[in-house]
């Protein structure tokens, strides 16, 4: 429902924790951008067209093994083609959940709802799962588990997971295209956009300063001969015929390495890369001397 694949953006959050943190509240207010420049300006190079977006989660944590949570993600209209940089709604001032639901006005804002789920009946294992959706027909789900401390490693972990998002559940008509589900044209959720299935396992193995890493996933993403993949989720709903076939895309990946610094995380790896998609496939070897700093999230 809400990654950090897209790229940085201003915004003013609020976070709220309650009952002993059983209960936590989260909102996020964006000013985000398209790709699309405003068509008269006083300026060699015209700004962007704006849009700013809500993100509210209503979060409880009841034991130490069971959290769930409610998310709303809202897409509001800053830029209209007669009037240019407009004001958004009222409601995009407003840092309640489910306002989205009884707004007077909601044909141009693209409203998200979902339900997060996690277990822990074991220390070390967690089954999690998503359920986003905008209409009936338009929904998109993961499940997954995850094993950590894999094979009593310390820091080691394993997880298998399944995704499926529907062509249209991040879409908009062509009148209102500006507010889809997206960054300057990176997609605020998954990676692959929308009109998937996706199976992905990935997992880390630790012993002492040496580590394997490993990952591989499998999708089949929607295609049709009109506007080729129909993953692009700043495709209008206008233009989203039914799926004539399906893509089958491939990606695997494994690093063999020594790490040097636990604090920097400097390492130094051997790894192989390869990508198949129906019958063209590619693969690399890498080797890699890196280092992972440490990123702070102070937003959603």
Known sequence: MLSDYAPDYAYLSGQYIMNDGK??????????????RIPYSSTPEALFKPKVSNFNMLSFHPNEQFQFSFFEGLIYKKYD??????????????????????????????????VNLSYNPFNNLMFYNQLALQSENRIGAQ????????????????????????????????????????????????????????????????????????????????????????????NTL???PNPESKVKLMIMSSSLGYRFNKATRMELSLGFLYRKQDVLSESYFTFTWRTFLKNNYFDQ
């Open 23 to 36: 209960i936590m509240y989260r909102h996020v207010n964006g000013w985000m951008n398209t790709l699309d």
């Open 81 to 114: 083609r007669f009037q240019g940089v407009i004001r958004p709604e009222i409601g995009f001032f407003i840092p309640i959940i489910g306002k989205g639901l009884i707004m007077s006005d909601s044909s141009s804002t693209n409203l998200i709802y979902g």
């Open 143 to 234: 499940i997954g588990v995850k094993w950590t401390n894999f094979l009593n490693m310390k820091n080691s972990f394993i997880c298998l997971e399944y995704n499926r998002v529907a062509s249209d559940l991040y879409a908009m008509d062509s009148s209102n295209y500006i507010q889809n589900y997206s960054h300057l044209s990176h997609e605020l959720a998954h990676p692959l956009g929308s009109g998937f299935n996706e199976v992905l396992i990935k997992g880390l193995l630790e012993y002492k300063n040496y580590f394997l890493r490993f990952g591989g996933n499998y999708a089949n993403v929607d295609y049709h001969s009109d506007i080729g993949w129909a993953n692009n989720i700043m």
């Open 238 to 240: 206008e233009t989203l």
